[in-house]
């Protein structure tokens, strides 16, 4: 199994700025992905983080919204930029540790309220 | 297309047994997931079957799975009060990208 961490684990940030949120796993997972939770919604993919190249996105999602970085196998980061109010969810990242199941595990997600 | 459905709310007794079911599209899924979700807290994976499976028993935990007719299902023993939470489905496609497609969730409150 693999265990995640998020920071930070929620934020309150103003139109038009961009917070990032970082991504930490105790061990080494394969691949690492973002999502986002809208309010009483499930859950959807942004992207599948990439290391040391650039993320894939789904669509909907693009880079200049979305940024995300992993440098290496343990850590990501992804920006939420230029947010506006419909950017206000959860947002959490998973990782694949292998093993039975290809099972994926998730962080305990942010929470992001743009005002 | 990808699609998962799961009915929205469920209401059992405490010590009664919750039923919690979920349908997919996609017949090439290779493995189906249920994750429980409390309040202000991430995913938990609680268990997974692959396609090639008809039934998994974890504790009080039985997953069924009916290929023929896309049919997922979760059954809890003896809920109990910290059984309340949502629960996702979610399947996962045979192409390389490990991709999951989430159900909307399920509402489970246990009563006392």
């Known amino acids: 199994s693999a265990v995640i961490s998020q920071k930070p684990s929620r934020d309150i940030c103003q139109r038009g700025t961009s917070l990032t949120i970082q991504c930490q796993v105790d061990s080494q997972v394969t691949m690492m992905f973002w999502y986002r939770q809208q309010p009483g919604q499930s859950l959807t993919l942004i992207a599948t983080a990439n290391q040391g190249s650039e993320a894939t996105y789904e669509s909907g999602f693009v880079i200049d919204k979305f940024p995300i970085s992993r440098p290496n196998l343990t850590f990501s980061t992804l920006t939420v930029s230029n947010m506006s109010p419909e950017d206000s969810s959860i947002y959490l990242c998973?990782?694949?540790?292998?093993?039975?199941?290809?099972?994926?595990?998730f962080g305990p997600g942010t929470r992001l309220t743009v005002l | 297309g990808e699609d998962v459905e799961q009915s929205l709310f469920l209401s059992v007794r405490e010590g009664d047994s919750s039923v919690i079911n979920c349908t997919y599209t996609d017949s090439s899924s290779t493995y189906l997931y249920w994750y429980k979700q409390e309040p202000g807290a991430g995913l938990q994976l609680l268990t997974y079957i692959f396609s090639n499976m008809d039934m998994k028993q974890d504790q009080r935990l039985t997953v069924l799975l009916n290929k023929k007719d896309k049919h997922l299902s979760l059954r809890i023993a003896d809920t109990q009060t910290g059984d309340s939470a949502i629960y996702f489905c979610a399947e996962r496609g045979p192409d390389s990208s490990y991709k999951l497609i989430f159900g909307s969730g399920t509402r489970l409150l246990v009563r006392p």
């Open positions: 998973s990782g694949i540790a292998g093993g039975p199941g290809d099972t994926q595990y």
